[in-house]
């Protein structure tokens, strides 16, 4: 992986949470003549809000330009494009579409153009009733105008977030999962860091990406006091089979609060829809609700009326950081050498390409010495998938590795080598190799190669039965051997 | 790319795919059965249990005695096999059909055929499929997952454990569970009446003291990391009572809410599927609407009983070889499914021969009445004990009941 640890376990910046605000820092830190470790508490990176959201790279035009997160969506999401050719994660840009299902939304369609216009987007276009019907045929006919956005788009999100940490490590930087910052003092001009477990490292400079648990970080360092409110967002997802698939990404019109609940057709082929925006206590609740799912597809059909929930194949739900109106992302101003990346709610997907640029900027205006390292490798080789390729690549790549031949889920053509390549980048639990691989993410969601799964996780890893969790130490799998 | 051609192939290897080969073969056609686990006899390999083999083979087998049985006839048969083979893609060549064989042996197979029996079986409805909220701890398995692991890879996935459905899979691993030392709190049914068979409920439930939460709706599974409870609520008068509902502790939740027959690939070949059966639509011979392609088993429709799965397999077999070979299905009438009827299997039948059907029934019903109506007249009509949904119904029908049948004319099958 091309990882060094630096000497004596101290680092030069240590990045507290491995979500896609951790992971684009620490692949535009890796570019420089740094020793950077980017540190998790959870089994694998991007099990927090980063793996549940609605994977969108959005239009700029939903946040006034006062806003510091209306200038980082605009920026990060023209950095996607590049980001996309460099780490090849699924990405489109399908365009997005606002809806207005009554003539009085039109007041507010009008004011997001002119907000879209002030950020600068680019092709942002007022629509008439038609022109929605043209651009996406699926829509309620009952519209009546809104807006369209072509820029907008889809991405994977925890792949987005796997391919950067991916492309980070091949250019050092040290990722260490399982990780929980507990405590922190300074020891002269050292951050000294301490684990759950006992472990511990040193790092001169700190950034607090810690999402949901951004508070606690910022706690046990001693800086600033807030509060990170959980929202959670329950989502629905359709069978790729669905007939109700459309073209873009079509959106309510907002509201005060809320962006509202979106149709999304993934970069996959499937179709999400959702979320909810509903303040939670438990940061760690992402239980779903009936009346809530309910509501969802009741709203998704109002805009997509084909909607059906018998092409339902699984719901879930995201937790995402509430602190303030703003994103919070500046040098603490009690303790040195800290950084806030905090309250990174939506737009922050969009955002976090931007946010990497940002904070490596006020790293660097707090101290940080910045020296392009030579040899840095921006490009992450190419990784076959089967999915994607046709009968004739397929037979030539059997050729060379039958793992590929082997198709382990059958719903999304996921071959055996996948599945190990999965693995062997350090995917080694059934949501890890879930999000990493596909498998046991379509309609059968599992029922046919969890068990094959768990097989090559064991013998790829020599882990016995006891160790294969779904998500890491407590979600076991199995409780005895027969 | 390893080219390959035979007259017919079957896309799976279980139960209806052999017994199809077979009978493809028996009309000296050649035949290879497509099949992607390293095993023929499909889901019949992790059912331990015995019961299978009644009607088939006049003797009670287990599901791996069953297999072994077919398997020995249809090595004897001469037909091909290639196992660990998933079929991922079919293209129409004019009057031939390209299928594409994904292998790790054998590379990209290339499988040039003049015909194809449909065999994939089915999979289970899961938990996204019914919409149970709550949280996604781990411990939630369909109850066919469970006993792939129980039964055929030595592990226990729980050892408190609720399983939501009343279906017969379900209910077989509620006794499975409990002699492999695990405790199983209940079954929950949302219906008032068990989906499983009869003697399931007797053998796997009653025998073994396990409650049976019968018009109850699970209304969540709740647990942080692995699952520590599931909430059901009572159903009553057709109301979902939520200020009843009670949690059951448990680490484990075993789905078993249905079956769905697997068509994503009959789709991609142009087959259309009847709602009702989520299985193709097909005439009397059991072709699809695709010439060339025909359907038997799980894939067709869910079935009760594997020896039925046989059975019709064996028939869409022998009509598969005989269109090979050119003959038509002369002509055909269409079947209603009357009152209380859910389906027919085939839709079609031909009257100038003998039929056989598989229907299921909408109701549960002491002393019923199965009726088959030509255009209105009464021209079988047969008393039934006792019918419920989860048991399948078998009609034959002779050419004279279909004597005098015109061009539009329409049977009907009902149930009184």
């Given at each position: ?5 630096a ?49 969108i ?42 809806a ?49 956005a ?22 050092g ?26 472990s ?38 359709l ?13 309510p ?15 996959e082929?499937?179709?999400?829809i959702?979320?909810?925006?509903e ?58 050498a ?44 190419e ?37 190990v ?14 999000y ?17 799964i ?9 882990m ?19 | ?8 192939a ?16 028996a009309?000296?056609l ?17 059912c ?19 297999a072994?049985?077919?398997e ?6 001469g ?19 390209v ?13 040039s055929v003049?015909?194809?029996v449909?065999?994939?079986?089915c999979?289970?409805?899961?938990r996204?499929?019914?919409r ?65 068979l009869t ?27 692995r ?5 059901i ?9 939520f ?27 142009g087959?259309?599927?009847?709602p ?15 010439p ?5 088993g ?32 002369g ?86």
């Amino acid at each position: 992986m091309g990882s060094k640890n630096a000497a004596g376990g101290i680092f030069d910046v240590a990045i507290i949470g491995a979500g896609v605000c951790g992971a684009n820092i620490a692949r535009r830190l890796s570019q420089y003549e740094l020793d950077v470790i980017l540190l998790d508490k959870e089994a694998d990176v991007s099990f927090g809000t980063s793996k549940a959201n609605s994977g969108i790279v959005h239009g700029g035009f939903h946040h006034g330009s006062k806003y510091l997160k209306a200038r980082l969506e605009v920026q990060g999401a023209l950095m996607f494009d590049r980001l996309h050719r460099e780490l090849g994660f699924p990405f489109r840009r399908c365009g997005i579409v606002v809806a207005a299902l009554h003539e009085d939304e039109m007041r507010v369609v009008d004011q997001l153009y002119r907000q879209g216009v002030e950020n600068g987007v680019i092709g942002i276009e007022m629509c008439s009733r038609e022109r929605m019907l043209e651009l996406e045929p699926k829509l309620n006919p009952d519209t009546v105008g809104g807006l369209y956005a072509p820029a907008g788009g889809i991405v994977e999100p925890y792949r987005f977030v796997f391919s950067l940490v991916e492309s980070a490590q091949r250019n050092g930087v040290e990722v260490r999962t399982s990780f929980r910052a507990e405590k922190a003092e300074r020891e002269g001009d050292l951050w000294k860091i301490r684990a759950a477990d006992g472990s511990f490292l040193s790092a001169r400079y700190v950034v607090n990406a810690a999402g949901l648990f951004a508070d606690e970080v910022s706690r046990a360092f001693g800086a600033e006091e807030y509060t990170i409110r959980a929202r959670k967002g329950e989502y629905y997802l359709l069978d790729r089979m669905t007939r109700a698939r459309p073209d873009r990404v079509v959106f309510p019109v907002p509201t005060s609060v809320s962006k509202g609940m979106l149709v999304v057709p993934t970069v996959e082929g499937t179709v999400l829809i959702g979320p909810t925006a509903e303040m939670t206590d438990d940061k760690t609740d992402t239980a779903t609700t009936r009346e809530h799912l309910e509501m969802i597809l009741g709203n998704a059909r109002a805009m997509i009326p084909s909607i059906s929930e018998n092409d339902v194949i699984t719901s879930f739900a995201g937790q995402r950081p509430v602190l303030e109106e703003d994103f919070y992302i500046e040098p603490s101003r009690k303790v040195p050498a800290f950084i806030h990346v905090a309250g990174i709610q939506s737009p922050g997907l969009t955002a976090s390409p931007a946010i990497g640029e940002y904070v490596k900027d006020l790293l660097k205006e707090s101290g940080l010495r910045l020296v392009e390292r030579p040899g840095y490798d921006p490009v992450l080789p190419e990784r076959p998938r089967m999915f994607d390729i046709d009968h004739y690549r397929a037979d030539a790549l059997v050729a060379e590795d039958p793992g590929y031949g082997n198709i382990v889920c059958r719903c999304e053509k996921v071959s055996e080598a996948e599945i190990v390549a999965a693995i062997r980048a350090g995917h080694t639990t059934l949501d890890g190799i879930k999000y990493f691989t596909r498998a046991q993410m379509g309609r059968c969601q599992g029922g046919f190669c969890t068990y094959k799964i768990l097989k090559i996780l064991m013998r790829e890893t020599g882990m016995g039965w006891d160790r294969i969790t779904k998500r890491g130490a407590g979600s076991e799998l199995l409780s005895g051997r027969l | 790319m390893r080219e390959l051609s035979y007259d017919a192939a079957v896309i799976g290897g279980g139960a209806a795919g052999m017994a199809a080969a077979l009978e493809i073969r028996a009309a000296g056609l050649s035949c290879v059965i497509l099949e992607r686990e390293d095993h023929l006899g499909g889901i019949l390999l992790q059912c331990v249990h015995n019961g299978f083999g009644l009607i088939e083979f006049d003797e009670e087998l287990s599901g791996p005695e069953f297999a072994e049985r077919m398997e020995e006839r249809f090595r004897a048969s001469g037909a091909d096999a290639y196992l660990g083979v998933t079929v991922m893609d079919v293209e129409d060549a004019g009057d031939r059909k390209v299928l594409f064989g994904y292998s790790a042996e054998h590379g990209i197979l290339r499988v040039s055929v003049r015909a194809v029996v449909l065999a994939m079986g089915c999979r289970e409805r899961n938990r996204g499929n019914i919409r149970i909220p709550g949280a996604r701890p781990a411990g939630v398995y369909t109850a066919g997952l469970a006993q792939r692991l129980v039964n055929m890879e030595g592990y226990l996935p729980g050892k408190d454990a609720v399983i939501i459905g009343s279906g017969d899979i379900g209910l077989i691993m509620a006794r499975r569970m409990s002699w492999a030392g695990a405790k199983v709190h209940g079954v929950v049914e949302i219906l008032p009446y068990p989906s499983g068979l009869t003697r399931n409920i007797v053998q796997c439930l009653h025998d073994f003291d396990i409650p049976l939460y019968l018009s109850h709706l699970t209304t969540g599974i709740f647990g942080g990391d692995r699952v520590e409870s599931v909430e059901i609520a009572p159903i009553e008068d057709g109301a979902v009572r939520f200020e009843k509902a009670f949690r059951i502790p448990c680490d484990t939740v075993l789905l078993s809410v249905g079956l769905v027959p697997e068509n994503e690939l009959s789709k991609k070949m142009g087959v259309e599927l009847n709602p009702m059966t989520n299985g193709p639509w097909t005439d009397s011979r059991m072709m699809t609407n695709v010439p060339g392609i025909f359907a038997a088993g799980n894939v067709l429709h869910v079935h009760d009983l594997v020896d039925y799965v046989a059975e019709e397999a064996r028939r869409a077999g022998a009509a598969c070889a005989r269109w090979i070979r050119g003959e038509g299905p002369g002509r055909e009438l269409r079947v209603k499914a009357g009152p209380n009827v859910r389906y027919t299997a085939p839709c079609r039948v031909g009257p100038e021969s003998p039929n056989k059907l598989y229907l299921r029934t909408l109701i549960v019903k002491n002393d019923a009445v199965l009726e088959v109506r030509l255009d209105n007249r009464v021209v079988q009509s047969r008393k039934k004990a006792h019918i419920q949904p989860s048991e399948m119904i078998s009609v034959t029908l002779d050419p004279k009941d279909l004597a005098g049948a015109g061009p539009d004319s329409v049977l009907e099958i009902a149930i009184l």
